[in-house]
């Protein structure tokens, strides 16, 4: 059975009668779904996300009058953004106090790939918390799992073909990952609008031989057989954009033209150098079972902001890449942006394993991975690379920088220079630093 929802804000808005978007109660293909599954309802989820607004911060100089800084923005922040967040294990009060509390970029998650001997679904739960500046945009949201492989659309998040989730409400998807790598995730409800506005984030899946000791490792990024894909430690680069006019449009009852579109600014994991390197929001080891789980605040279940970075509070994931020397590091990128760009490790080879959750091997098994120093990477693509931190010359740490060598694009006009998508690779000596506990981990 299905429903017609009402009207979007832009049919209201252009007047026109076009499609009208279907959205599902849970029931749709119950001939080809469990039941049970399609309505979320056995037992928790591994992971529950909450879609609603929120303000970040970036550099206030130089300044776009009349765009940025936004006057609406609260204290320490700058730009209106729609996003997620992670609630899994909030009450339901803590969860409804998240709305207007998006963080960007979205929460990164994970899980193991599917293991038909043993097989156990990966669900994450959804709801929709609405917007708290804009309250008369009563949009849906969806959850797209950018490049996986559904048996069927119904949790493909794509709203004309499966379920879109209005204000209030909650769904539950059920995955089977049968294809290990690096993925991202974003809202497809408004597509455009929505995916520039902050709903999009990193999500990757292990093989299943982890684990097992495979060329001196026990983690890989795809089941290559012989460790070419192990690595010590990872780290999930996440890139993203922000035109400052539609940021401020959205916020100012305004509907901005996406044909004049300009990113004002490139992020890395949400975040501009320097604030790249500035320290992880605290996070709890022990529940960053799927996701990263950036701790709050017992009573209200807001964000704790990183060490000396109030201004960081939802912005809680660092770009800075920690590791000792001789030790092999995986870097996961993936753009959700609208533009090409070249990420670049200035001084270190990395060597391509995987694209688009694709490992680099040819159908006879020929090894087609390749070294580089700069990455091209387009809009909706992700690359897997590994790198060997070089000799450690002391004394603390020796610095690399990892940047958009797009110059143009990545150095938000800031003063100095650097800026946007750049970071440092910080190498110590041997047993410098201890060994990771999650990703993205700094171990310092």
């Known amino acids: ?20 978007v279907i959205v599902g109660t849970g029931v749709l293909a119950g001939n080809v779904l469990r039941p ?31 765009f940025h800084p936004d006057i609406l923005a609260p204290d320490l922040l700058t730009t209106y953004i729609f996003g997620f967040r992670n609630v899994t294990g909030l009450t339901d009060v803590q969860r409804t106090n ?23 679904d990966f669900t994450v739960q959804l709801t929709n918390l609405g917007l708290a500046l804009r ?13 996986f492989r559904n048996v069927i659309p119904f949790f493909d998040g794509e709203p004309s073909g499966s379920v879109a989730i209005r204000t209030g409400r909650v769904f539950t998807y059920v995955y089977r990952p049968r294809e290990p790598g690096t993925y991202m995730f974003h809202c497809h409800v408004e597509d455009v609008e929505h995916v520039h506005m902050g709903m999009t984030g990193l999500v990757f899946v292990r093989p299943l031989q982890d684990g097992q000791t495979i060329g001196g490792h026990s983690k890989f990024m795809y089941n290559d057989g012989d460790g070419s894909t192990g690595f010590d430690r990872e780290f999930g680069m996440f890139l993203s954009e922000v035109w400052a006019e539609a940021h401020w449009a959205d916020a100012h009852i305004q509907l901005p033209q996406w044909s004049d579109y300009r990113a004002d600014f490139g992020l890395l994991n949400g975040r501009v150098y320097p604030d790249t390197i500035a320290p992880n929001a605290p996070i709890d080891a022990a529940a960053s079972v799927h996701s990263l789980a950036v701790q709050t605040e017992t009573l209200t279940g807001d964000l704790i902001a990183p060490v000396g970075h109030p201004e960081l509070q939802y912005q809680p994931q660092s770009s800075l890449v920690t590791c000792n020397a001789g030790e092999t590091v ?11 760009q070249a990420m670049t490790t200035a001084g270190i080879r990395m060597r391509v394993v995987g694209r688009d959750a694709t490992p680099m091997r040819g159908r006879d098994g020929t ?22 931190a070089p000799d450690h010359t002391g004394p603390g740490f020796d610095t690399y920088m990892l940047y958009n060598r797009n110059y143009p694009v990545t150095n938000n006009l800031a003063p100095g220079g650097m800026g946007g998508q750049a970071t440092e690779i910080r190498v110590y000596a041997a047993g410098g630093i201890p060994p990771q506990s999650y990703p993205n981990d700094l171990g310092v």
């Open 98 to 120: 998240q709305k207007n509390k998006a963080q960007h970029s979205a929460p990164m998650f994970w899980t193991k790939q599917f293991d038909p001997a043993s097989p156990v």
């Open 1 to 20: 059975m299905m429903f017609k929802q009402p009207f979007s804000r832009r049919d209201v808005l252009k007047l026109a009668g076009g499609a009208v």
């Open 135 to 147: 309250p008369d945009l009563f949009d849906a949201h969806t959850l797209h799992w950018h490049g």
């Open 367 to 388: 090894d087609t991975s390749y070294e580089t120093e700069t990455i091209n990477i387009g809009p909706g693509e992700s690359f897997d690379v590994v790198f060997v």
């Open 330 to 340: 995986a870097l996961r990128f993936a753009n959700l942006g609208f533009r090409e």
């Open 36 to 66: 049970e599954a399609a309505v979320g309802a056995v037992g928790d989820p591994d992971l529950f996300l909450a879609g609603t607004d929120g303000w970040i911060h970036l550099p206030e100089t130089p300044a776009i009058p009349p």
